[in-house]
T-cell receptor, first 113, second 114 residues
Framework: DQQVKQNSPSLSVQEGRISILNCDYT??????FLWYKKYPAEGPTFLIS?????DKNEDGRFTVFLNKSAKHLSLHIVPSQPGDSAVYFC????????????FGAGTRLTVKP | DTGVSQDPRHKITKRGQNVTFRCDPI?????LYWYRQTLGQGPEFLTY????????KSRLLSDRFSAERPKGSFSTLEIQRTEQGDSAMYLC????????????FGPGTRLTVT
């Protein structure tokens, strides 16, 4: 069962513009959410996270928004840079079982110069 | 380099053979995880260790799969009698103590079963 969904397999954005990556989840027990970035031939790299007690977390150019009622989160990258081109995975876990982290299928972001 | 390391990076084996992968976590991390990733999918949880104890296993982990972490440091994942469906990227991750939920991944071992 796909409890974390990333419905856009790919996204193309011009350098300097905003990139918005979306993620939906179905399990209401999830209360901790993470974004990972993956370059080819490398493992996923932790990017940013948010717990369910917040609706926004910002780290430099990266901001994650959480809408609990809609079971939706998004990652905003502003401004986008060519080096941001990678596959982005959304992940979710529950405090009671934070070891079983569920990942979406990923969105491939391409930032064009 | 103090990140998570995995060995080998690539493994090609014939169906029916046994393979073993190794993961060395970040040294101060007590939690270690194994995932499998197939093309076009995100990582899927396989199993989890806290120190040397294997505390959780996914139903994806069939009887042909076994994982160990004998001294609470490095871990091995063995697949016996490999099948073509085992072809995937096997990822290892580690995380720290307490409420640190961020898992740090190694580069993965790509397994191809012919």
């Amino acid at each position: 069962d796909q409890q974390v969904k990333q419905n856009s397999p790919s996204l193309s954005v011009q350098e300097g513009r905003i990139s918005i990556l979306n993620c939906d989840y179905t399990n209401s027990m999830f209360d901790y959410f993470l974004w990972y970035k993956k370059y080819p031939a490398e493992g996923p790299t932790f990017l940013i996270s948010i717990s369910s007690i917040k609706d926004k977390n910002e780290d430099g150019r990266f901001t994650v928004f959480l809408n609990k009622s809609a079971k939706h989160l998004s990652l905003h990258i502003v401004p986008s840079q060519p080096g941001d081109s990678a596959v982005y995975f959304c992940a979710a876990s529950a405090i009671y079982n934070n070891n079983d982290m569920r990942f979406g299928a990923g969105t491939r972001l391409t930032v064009k110069p | 380099d103090t990140g998570v390391s995995q060995d080998p990076r690539h493994k090609i084996t014939k169906r029916g053979q046994n393979v073993t992968f190794r993961c060395d976590p970040i040294s101060e991390h007590n939690r270690l995880y194994w995932y499998r990733q197939t093309l076009g999918q995100g990582p899927e949880f396989l199993t989890y260790f806290q120190n040397e104890a294997q505390l959780e296993k996914s139903r994806l982990l069939s009887d042909r799969f076994s994982a160990e972490r004998p001294k609470g440091s490095f871990s091995t994942l063995e697949i016996q009698r490999t099948e073509q469906g085992d072809s995937a990227m096997y990822l290892c991750a580690s995380s720290g103590r307490g409420g640190n939920y961020e898992q740090y991944f190694g580069p993965g071992t790509r397994l191809t079963v012919t």
